[in-house]
């Protein structure tokens, strides 16, 4: 995975590159290399955090893609670039020596998502059963348990359903929320026809354990995205 950029590179230095900032700029470049690796440095500043992005990001701007085509220069060479790119330092490529799943998952960068859903929902749940329905401390409650609610479960959801995706905060947020909105009441009305009823205990559990899922299951599939974007760039 291409993270955001690690240092900020001087022009002059033996083995380093310089930054444009243009992309115009960079399109006027008239050696094939050079150019090619300003474009990998303009996606990664534009929060491509993953080689699939940046190839996307690149094919989808027209102009560039006609200088690309112009020069006969196709997505392998754009990942031959972000391989220079990488052994100068200049970017850093996904961990290639995180080969388990497990591994990914100690990974905090990596598996933010489920670590942000278990820590929200431990927290729910010691509001719940430990801190007393007393002010202040009812208004922690309130505030945590709608996180729980209403942000987690769509925010599990949505890293399932875009891995890929790069969103800002407000899309993210808004999105969260609205996939929230449309699972929890699915929720409970699958409790209503249970044996357990709509009751605090069941809800908790029932919450805590879908969304703990959701972000397990969204964090292992960007997980074989991301190895499968890597066994291709080793190919």
């Known amino acids: 995975m291409v993270q955001r950029k690690v240092e900020e590179v001087r022009e002059g230095k033996k083995g380093r590159v310089t ?3 243009d992309i115009e700029q960079i399109l006027k470049i008239e050696d094939r290399d050079e ?7 303009y996606a990664v500043r534009s929060n491509c955090s993953k080689v699939r992005d940046v190839v996307g990001m690149l094919m989808s701007n027209e102009a560039v893609r006609a200088r690309l085509s112009s020069s006969s220069i196709g997505v392998d060479d754009i990942l031959d670039a972000v391989n220079r790119l990488a052994r100068k330092k200049a970017i850093a490529l996904y961990n290639s020596s995180i080969t388990s799943f497990k591994d990914y998952i100690k990974n905090m960068y990596l598996s933010m998502t489920l670590w942000i859903t278990a820590i929200v929902t431990a927290v729910t749940i010691l509001t719940i059963y430990v801190l007393p329905d007393t002010l202040p401390w ?3 409650r309130i505030v945590v348990g709608g996180a ?3 942000f987690i479960p769509g925010y599990a959801l949505m890293q399932l359903l875009f891995p890929t995706r790069e969103m800002d905060m407000i899309e993210r947020i808004a999105l969260s929320i609205g996939l929230s909105l449309a699972v929890v009441p699915l929720t409970g009305f699958l409790l209503n026809y249970s044996p357990w009823g709509i009751r605090l205990d069941p809800i908790v559990v029932s919450m805590s354990a879908m969304s703990i899922t959701l972000a397990l299951a969204g964090v292992y599939r960007t997980y074989i995205i991301n190895r499968g974007i890597e066994e291709d760039r080793d190919d």
């Open 138 to 140: 009812s208004i922690v």
């Open 19 to 21: 930054r444009y900032r």
């Open 148 to 150: 729980f609610v209403l």
């Open 35 to 41: 150019m090619l690796e300003q474009l990998v440095l």
